[in-house]
């Protein structure tokens, strides 16, 4: 999202390449979500013929002011961008627009053409960015609600620790107030935040005279350097949510103070035990779960070697020239390659086939039950034995 610099590079180059000239053609996109308050037929027709006399800046609001008003301006939003035909405008963007490439812009919104041939064009992609007709921009919202620019208005440094002392909000959440200080925004708060050594969730009216006035000197410093040059840091980054946005520290060397301190860490020992109890809770599951898992896999295997003792048993009473049609080895093939394939599921047929067996099953221990000596059943003893006839002499 464009801040203070990003805008302030903008207003630079239109000073310096498009003061004094004309407007001899201007196209303004049929989109009126952008173009807000002004057909853009009329916008187009009111600038031809105005000659550009100054390129003004507020936080992050940029106005061209003309010979006479109303006087066009521009809201970056979210994407908003200028854009000068073959000229760079800022290090944080691409190089300048090249020959080959296509002109006017995808997401052109408003294009203009000097009377020197210069073209110019503000873009959006995002459709978050407003361009407006006003007789006094700075009269009216968004501009008129702004606080003092970061760059062009700073605060008096014990005005300025004298409104933090007032102040119960985040420092974070403050500097992107832009009633409070305009123009700071996201990144540029996190890198005052880091410079001035200062947790991005420290109580503005809790920070030390001795830190507010590095604060004070690092939101000039950095808004300066960042004009001329990108920053970065090889330190350790962590990454919170102040104010509703996401907000870059160094740990190391940004610590809280006081009361914010403790209220910290009380909040982050409360969720590590939560995330303890809750890993605990699991490390219980799966250890319940092992004991009935052992369990399964012993009956398997029991009823593996039942199995395998059957077929000896049938393979021994065939005989040996007469091997049985399904081996021990090629059984034990067979249970390997189910192994293989995970299919558990035959492994239960096979413990619920064993048991049903076993019931059916008679032990060969016990003596089979003798046969009845007649169709009505009754005793089985032995027949008397028929007397022999005696020999006449």
């Not at 004309?22 to 979500?33: E, F, G, L, N």
Request: proline share 6%.
């Amino acid at each position: 999202m464009p801040e203070l610099p990003e805008v302030e590079v903008a207003r630079r180059a239109l000073e310096e390449h498009c003061v004094g000239k004309r407007i001899v053609r201007c196209s303004a996109a049929d989109d009126t979500k952008v173009i807000d308050g002004v057909a853009p037929p009329r916008l187009e027709a009111a600038l031809v013929g105005r000659t550009i006399s100054a390129a003004c800046r507020k936080g992050k609001n940029l106005w061209l002011a003309l010979d006479s008003p109303p006087f066009p301006s521009f809201q970056f939003g979210m994407a908003g961008a200028i854009y000068i035909k073959g000229v760079e405008l800022s290090k944080y963007k691409r190089s300048a627009v090249s020959p080959t490439e296509e002109w006017p812009l995808k997401y052109s919104k408003l294009l203009v053409v000097m009377d020197d041939g210069l073209e110019f064009s503000f873009t959006d992609k995002r459709r978050f960015a407003k361009i407006r007709f006003l007789d006094n921009p700075e009269a009216v919202p968004p501009i008129s609600e702004l606080g003092p620019d970061a760059l062009f208005e700073p605060l008096h440094l014990d005005d300025f620790v004298e409104s933090l002392s007032r102040k119960k909000a985040p420092i974070k959440a403050l500097l992107l107030d832009q009633s409070f200080i305009s123009g700071i925004g996201n990144w540029i708060a996190d890198e005052v935040l880091y410079q001035a050594r200062i947790h991005p969730m420290q109580t503005a009216s809790m920070i030390s005279k001795e830190k507010c006035k590095a604060l004070h000197q690092c939101i000039i410093e950095v808004i300066e350097k960042s004009l001329e040059v990108g920053c970065n840091s090889r330190k350790k980054i962590d990454f919170i949510t102040v104010g509703g946005r996401t907000s870059a520290y160094v740990p190391e060397l940004q610590k809280l103070d006081g009361i914010d301190a403790t209220a910290s860490r009380a909040k982050i020992s409360k969720e590590q035990s939560k995330s303890n109890k809750a890993a605990r809770e699991v490390d219980d599951d799966e250890e319940e779960a092992k004991p009935a898992k052992r369990g399964r896999k012993q009956l398997v295997k029991a009823t593996h070697e039942i199995q395998e003792d059957e077929e000896d048993a049938k393979a021994s009473k065939r005989g040996r020239k007469q091997p049985a049609k399904t081996s021990k080895g090629s059984w034990k093939k067979a249970h390997h390659s189910s192994e293989g394939s995970g299919d558990d599921d035959s492994d239960d047929e096979a413990v619920d086939k064993v048991v049903a067996e076993q019931g059916k099953r008679r032990d060969p221990k016990q003596p089979s039950e003798a046969k009845s000596s007649s169709d009505k059943g009754g005793s089985a003893a032995p027949a008397k034995r028929p007397q022999r006839k005696k020999r006449q002499l």
